[in-house]
């Protein structure tokens, strides 16, 4: 009879020992399930901070085509209006040079011809200092224009910076996750090492008769938590980290997945 008590008391402390640990797992769990939420939350971040990025990058290159192209046409025009100014002096010189042949004495028809290129002379003149004008206007916004551009990058390349940063924060996280859960698995590993598999098993077959019911339907709920979490856990953190490549780093070793497979 003694000794049968005896065994009752042991029997009695190690079902203590187990829902304390039960319970211990399932706080863990609950915390971890809770980071998981935060996880999410920061998936989202990131994928609406690349969207906004490449948003970014994608209207600076079209600002950068589109100040190329101007710069190209400005080339032409200027090409254009040297060759334009090159030629009609090119035929002024040559009509001066007629001119000055004839000497000072120009016959009637002669000096009506000089008129009108004198008028020629003052058009292409005007012509020149117009195009000028208009080249020197171009370059301004040209100069204008890359400034604005250089601004750009430079607020694109902080905003990659503060990008990689999160990155960095989002992959601290993971590990820090990835390490509370290794402490779950070791939880398991434990109650195997100790035996207390068995003992869960004796504490089921024999001893929850002797418990309440509310008790005996705790100690088989957390059993049965505690055993389908873990694995939900370790699938969970795959899927966060498959997102993960896929959005934010994906040059990024898949350690998760590398340890414990898919």
């Known amino acids: 009879m003694e000794e049968l008590k005896k065994k009752m008391e042991v029997l009695e402390q190690e079902k203590?020992?187990?829902?304390?640990k039960l319970q211990t797992s399932q706080k863990d769990l609950k915390a971890v399930?809770?980071?998981?939420?935060?996880?999410k939350i920061l998936v989202?971040?990131?994928?609406?901070?690349?969207?906004?990025?490449?948003?970014?990058?994608?209207?600076?290159?079209?600002?950068?085509?589109?100040?190329?192209?101007?710069?190209?046409e400005l080339q032409n025009h200027v090409r254009a209006t040297a060759e334009s100014s090159k030629g009609c002096c090119e035929i002024l010189q040559k009509a001066k040079e007629v001119l000055s042949d004839k000497g000072p004495q120009l016959p009637k028809g002669q000096e009506m011809m000089a008129s009108p290129m004198?008028?020629?002379?003052?058009?292409?003149?005007?012509?020149?200092v117009e195009g000028a004008h208009r080249i020197t206007e171009k370059e301004k916004w040209l100069v204008i224009e890359n400034k604005r551009l250089k601004a750009n990058l430079q607020e694109v390349?902080?905003?990659?910076?503060?990008?990689?940063?999160?990155?960095?924060?989002?992959?601290?996280?993971?590990?820090?996750?990835?390490?509370?859960?290794?402490?779950?698995?070791?939880?398991?590993?434990?109650?195997?090492?100790?035996?207390?598999?068995?003992?869960?098993?004796?504490?089921?077959?024999?001893?929850?008769?002797?418990?309440?019911?509310?008790?005996?339907?705790?100690?088989?709920?957390?059993q049965v938590f505690f055993?389908?979490?873990?694995?939900?856990?370790?699938?969970?953190?795959?899927?966060?980290?498959?997102?993960?490549?896929?959005?934010?780093?994906?040059?990024?070793?898949?350690?998760?997945?590398?340890?414990?497979?898919?």
């Not at 203590?16 to 304390?20: A, G, R």
């Not at 399930?33 to 996880?39: C, G, H, P, Y």
């Not at 820090?176 to 504490?203: A, Y």
């Open 16 to 20: 203590k020992d187990l829902l304390q």
């Open 33 to 39: 399930s809770k980071e998981k939420e935060s996880l």
């Open 44 to 72: 989202e971040d990131l994928q609406a901070e690349r969207e906004t990025l490449n948003s970014t990058m994608h209207g600076l290159y079209k600002t950068i085509e589109k100040t190329v192209a101007a710069n190209l």
């Open 118 to 128: 004198v008028d020629l002379d003052e058009k292409v003149k005007t012509v020149t």
């Open 157 to 222: 390349m902080m905003e990659n910076s503060y990008h990689r940063r999160r990155v960095m924060d989002f992959w601290q996280t993971i590990f820090s996750l990835r390490m509370e859960n290794d402490h779950l698995r070791q939880l398991l590993i434990t109650f195997t090492e100790k035996g207390d598999l068995e003992i869960m098993k004796t504490v089921s077959a024999k001893g929850l008769a002797g418990l309440p019911l509310i008790q005996t339907a705790t100690i088989l709920k957390l």
């Open 227 to 262: 055993e389908q979490a873990t694995e939900e856990l370790y699938s969970v953190l795959i899927d966060i980290e498959f997102v993960v490549h896929q959005i934010c780093w994906p040059s990024v070793p898949r350690i998760l997945a590398d340890d414990h497979g898919p």
